[in-house]
């Protein structure tokens, strides 16, 4: 009598058990997960490319406070860095539009509405010198590590390449450099030094034998 009575209970058991089993067996580790934000959850999206994975087309940066701190996971190597140059072998005229540098705010690069007027004049510049090209020099102040101010001198490299590219100049003409906060204009620890650092120069490029 007793095994008689037990027999349904084993039986439900075992039902369960593999029931179990299956369902293990069905499950496998998400993949291309998002975390929806202030839930702790991850929604899994098949297909879409996962938001932690290096996709290459340039410099991932974590943190913030540019001119101040950050992380970079491609570290950039130390010395100027190109972007875009299309103008190797030309002549570097660093005086010419030396007045015309512009000046941005604390981790920032955006153009600032006062700094509009000296890119209008690299325009004209260029628009009266059709052979010449010119070369957008970003720069920052010495806070922070190296690798971001090196990011952070090409957004503000790129933001006065794209002003000059509004204006109706060739994007073939302007070229691109970051030099990070390795090339201070003024060596002091404060704000007055900090501010002529953060920077855009605009180095005239004109063809060899010219």
């Not at 290096?54 to 570290?75: A, K, L, Q």
Request: some cysteine.
């Amino acid at each position: 009598m007793m095994n008689m009575k037990l027999s349904p209970i084993f039986q439900a058991i075992t039902v369960g058990a593999a029931l179990m089993l299956a369902g293990a067996g069905c499950r496998h580790t998400p993949v291309n997960t998002t975390v929806v934000p202030g839930s702790g959850r991850q929604v899994i999206r098949p297909g879409m490319p996962n938001p932690n994975q290096d996709m290459g087309g340039g410099t991932r940066v974590r943190g913030g406070g540019g001119d101040n701190s950050g992380v970079n996971m491609n570290p950039i190597p130390p010395g100027p860095v190109p972007l875009g140059s299309g103008h190797e072998g030309w002549n570097a005229n660093t005086e010419a539009l030396a007045a015309q540098t512009i000046h941005f705010d604390y981790d920032k690069s955006a153009i600032r509405a006062s700094e509009e007027s000296k890119l209008n004049a690299v325009a004209d510049y260029l628009r009266a010198h059709p052979t010449h090209a010119v070369r957008v020099d970003g720069n920052c102040d010495e806070r922070g590590t190296e690798e971001y101010n090196r990011s952070l001198g090409e957004r503000r490299a790129l933001s006065g390449r794209e002003y000059l590219i509004r204006q109706g100049i060739d994007p073939t003409r302007v070229d691109t450099e970051t030099y990070g906060k390795d090339k201070p204009v003024a060596n002091g620890h404060d704000e007055s030094a900090w501010s002529q650092n953060r920077r855009d120069e605009f180095v005239v490029l004109t063809p060899p034998g010219q």
